[in-house]
């Protein structure tokens, strides 16, 4: 088949939700990815945050292929070893004490709230609580995710949504004080916003939101699907700023290719919310998602991932802050480690930059606010961001005004 025959089944066998770039991959190696016509393709991009090893890792491949040769499936009503591993491993870097897993981030964010909802339901015998979440926030598709989701464009074709959301502004304490009220049970936040265009929270923000939860009792949510996993330079990016929530979820990168999440508490929070019977999936870690989670994390630490971010993060801050002062219609740069955004003129539309740099064999995405958003594979060397550069130079140069 060719490239076309492909693009044009596919329009015709799927439901029509996404806008897709017309290239078809086939296949990846390292930091690559290969179309059905051979071209190579330079990912800046890692299937929005996911592939932190890069293509056909040989440990993590063949740790997946053992474990198929086993067992892939039992259901949550039984132990298996995978499962175990994983819950031990995640724990000890995300430092919070239980794990649930699940099939995807939405899921772990609402995994996070039925946890905050059923915590205040207990401690007041009654429902009817209250959540505040952030203005340009993305948690997910989901009913309960889009919920909390501060995109209005998201959320208005499926009003109504779950009740009691309330939204505050990003990085403005008092603004989050004035949403609280008695049936407040938790504030949730991604410590760094992705979808929403790139925008890392201040340390006096977040140690302001812990001192809040902590007078009020109210448990504080941090997302950490996108910016977690090595990505900004620690495991979790909570971790920068020394403020620990009472839930956590995580997604993406953790299975480092297959789809699983979690959300994680504290035993404080566990031991006073859900119990046998309030929540559940039938796939939610199962042997072969949970031996990718302990192969992923393995290789995290093996590789020292987030040292190796660190170390790597001046260069490729250097290459963006190059950009902004050769292009004018590159205002400027902002993030942390490997999650970047290159903020563009809203003069000239970041998705058609996006598009070009596919064309030219770069893969790269956007974000909320005319932001062209950098979220490379962990292992990508200063070669890398130096060929990244080449290639995003030859699609900026074509919108220079002559
Ligand atoms: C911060 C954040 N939370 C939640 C989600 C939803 O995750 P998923 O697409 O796996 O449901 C995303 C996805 O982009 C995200 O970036």
């Not at 949403?179 to 949730?188: K, M």
């Not at 936040?189 to 939860?213: N, S």
């Not at 929530?245 to 789809?259: H, N, R, S």
């Not at 990718?292 to 963006?320: G, N």
Request: with cysteine.
């Amino acid at each position: 088949m060719t490239k076309q025959d492909y693009m044009d089944e596919a329009e015709q066998v799927l439901f029509h939700v996404y806008n897709r770039f017309p290239v078809v991959f086939d296949h990846g190696e390292g930091v690559y990815l290969y179309d059905t016509d051979g071209k190579d393709y330079l990912d800046f991009a890692s299937g929005i945050g996911v592939m932190a090893f890069g293509y056909g890792n040989r440990a993590y491949n063949d740790a997946l292929t053992k474990q198929i040769g086993k067992i892939l499936h039992t259901s949550n009503l039984y132990y298996h070893p995978p499962l175990v591993e994983a819950g031990e491993k995640l724990t000890r870097v995300s430092q919070m004490d239980k794990a649930f897993f699940t099939n995807s981030g939405a899921e772990a964010i609402e995994g996070a709230i039925k946890v905050a909802k059923k915590y205040a339901y207990l401690r007041d015998g009654h429902a009817g609580h209250e959540v505040i979440a952030m203005e340009h926030s993305f948690h997910g598709r989901t009913v309960g995710a889009l919920s909390v989701t501060g995109t209005d464009h998201y959320r208005e074709p499926f009003y109504p949504l779950m009740d009691g959301v309330k939204f505050a502004t990003f990085n403005d304490l008092d603004s989050v004080k004035q949403q609280v009220t008695e049936a407040t049970c938790a504030i949730l936040l991604e410590p760094l916003q992705g979808e929403g265009g790139i925008y890392p929270a201040t340390k006096e923000f977040l140690e302001g939101l812990r001192q809040l939860c902590d007078e009020k009792d109210i448990l504080l949510i941090f997302d950490e699907i996108q910016c977690g996993m090595g990505r900004t330079g620690a495991m979790y990016t909570w971790q920068h700023y020394g403020v620990k929530p009472d839930i956590m979820t995580t997604a993406k990168a953790l299975g480092g290719g297959v789809p699983v999440g979690a959300f994680l508490v504290t035993n404080r929070v566990a031991e006073a919310s859900l119990v046998p019977g309030d929540h559940g999936t039938t796939y939610g870690g199962n042997p072969f998602v949970c031996a990718a989670v302990s192969k992923s994390i393995d290789l995290m630490e093996e590789l020292q991932l987030p040292e190796h971010v660190q170390q790597v993060t001046p260069y490729l801050e250097e290459a963006l802050e190059q950009l902004t002062k050769d292009y004018a219609f590159v205002l400027g740069y902002r993030g942390m480690g490997f999650m970047q955004g290159l903020l563009i003129d809203p003069k000239v539309a970041v998705g058609e930059i996006v598009a070009k740099c596919l064309e030219a064999g770069l893969v790269v995405l956007s974000a909320g606010g005319n932001v062209l958003r950098l979220l490379p594979p962990l292992i990508i060397t200063e070669t890398d961001v130096d060929e990244m550069v080449r290639r995003m130079r030859l699609v900026l140069d074509t919108f220079v005004e002559t």
